[in-house]
């Protein structure tokens, strides 16, 4: 895929176009954010930080870094690309955004990938995964924000990704054109249960949630990722425990039993969800 310049940045402060000058990008009113050597931007306001440090620490960056490179969830990026590729066969270029991409592999993903001339923008609050992803890809964008303010000009995008995210859908309908599309990826019940049921006592069964197309969007198609998964070694299973929440919610017996482990024979259940943003 050729990757071309993400150039619908907007201004965090004021929601005015980002124009890139050198080494900053600067809007009209004057704000300017620099572009850091490695190649990111910050674009999350301090005061619209919950945090000093938000979203997922150096830690859990570089194992999810270790643990995606391995190419375990190679499936689901590859469902990623089709998905893509489905809403937009032939067309000419491809404007999309990974809101909340962590260490940037799935759109790396489909950066390699064939098809449209496209720009990609990469955004996730988490200072340490813009970084991780900007180190190891210069083809797309980088940017630190928010969901919930993405700096993106209105009707600008092709396509939003969310990949086991936080969704905020009235700013991807604000974001997307209309008939631009939204890929969504969750977790399904089973997903990595026999992990889960190592690190808890008990699982609490949660019964399969319908997900209906919310305002500004309609349902286009809906499919379920599913395969085993065999890890060997203690380092790939400490890495997976390791990006996920159930490190911080598991009991230290749980996280104990979890070292010890060896091998792990695993279930990757992920449904993905393409919806559509409607014209009003």
């Known amino acids: 895929m050729n990757v071309t310049p993400f150039q619908a940045l907007a201004c965090p402060l004021d929601g005015n176009p980002l124009r890139c000058h050198d080494t900053a990008w ?18 999350l306001p301090v005061q619209n930080k919950r945090s000093l440090d938000p979203g997922d620490s150096k ?8 643990f995606l490179n391995a190419g375990w969830y190679q499936p689901v990026a590859e469902a990623i690309n089709s998905a893509v590729r489905a809403g937009h066969a032939g067309a000419a270029e491809l404007s999309c955004l990974d809101a909340g991409c962590g260490e940037g592999y799935y759109l790396r993903q489909l950066a390699a990938s064939n098809g449209s001339p496209s720009a990609l923008l990469g955004l996730d609050i988490s200072k340490w995964a813009v970084l991780a992803a900007a180190k190891q890809d210069k083809r797309p964008n980088w940017v630190v924000g928010s969901n919930a303010n993405l700096p993106v000009l209105s009707g600008t995008l092709d396509c939003v990704l969310c990949v086991f995210g936080f969704p905020v859908y009235g700013e991807f309908a604000r974001v997307l054109k209309p008939g631009g599309q939204l890929v969504q990826v969750d977790a399904g019940a089973d997903h990595l249960r026999e992990l889960r049921e190592i690190v808890y006592p008990t699982l609490k069964e949660k019964p399969a949630k319908e997900l209906l197309a919310p305002d500004g969007f309609e349902m286009l198609a809906t499919e379920t990722v599913r395969y085993p998964l065999t890890l060997t070694g203690a380092e790939p299973i400490a890495d997976l425990l390791a990006m996920t929440p159930h490190l911080y919610r598991a009991s230290a017996e749980g996280r104990a039993k979890a070292a010890a482990l060896t091998a792990l024979t695993l279930t990757v259940d992920v449904r993905l969800t393409r919806l559509l943003r409607v014209r009003e």
């Open 26 to 43: 600067r809007c009209g009113a004057g704000h300017s954010f620099d572009i850091a050597r490695q190649g990111y931007t910050n674009l």
């Open 59 to 66: 830690l859990m960056v570089a194992a999810r870094s270790r």
